[in-house]
């Protein structure tokens, strides 16, 4: 099992930045890919960020230039720093891992932190 913590989120105009991080706990050592996704109100949830354990990175074309997403192993902690904030942002963030062992593949989620962009 794996257990997502997620801090950050919160009220900012729009132009503005917030930070997120997510620690990770348990079975952490077979956690292969970390991510950041949303739900916005009335919409299915979309895939914000990703990263693997190597660093290598993916976004969604929505975010790309203005949301970077890093990783600090040794903390077993991600972290998603977004600017240049839209109100499209807005929504429920959730903090994702995958982990793989011999057995098959897991999803984990965090239990989600809310981001609001006023105009």
């Known amino acids: 099992q794996v257990q997502l913590v997620e801090s950050g989120g919160g009220l900012v105009q729009a132009g503005g930045s917030l930070g997120l991080s997510c620690t990770a706990s348990g079975s952490i050592f077979s956690i292969n890919l970390m991510g950041w996704y949303r739900q916005a109100p009335g919409k299915q949830r979309e895939l914000v960020a990703t990263i693997t354990t190597y660093g290598t990175t993916a976004y969604a074309d929505s975010v790309k230039g203005r949301f970077t997403i890093s990783r600090a192993n040794a903390k077993n902690t991600v972290y998603l720093q977004m600017n240049s904030l839209k109100p499209e942002d807005t929504g429920v963030y959730y903090c994702?891992?995958?982990?793989?062992?011999?057995?098959?593949?897991?999803?984990?989620w965090g239990q989600g932190t809310q981001v609001t962009v006023s105009s």
């Open positions: 994702n891992a995958v982990r793989s062992d011999g057995l098959g593949t897991y999803t984990y």
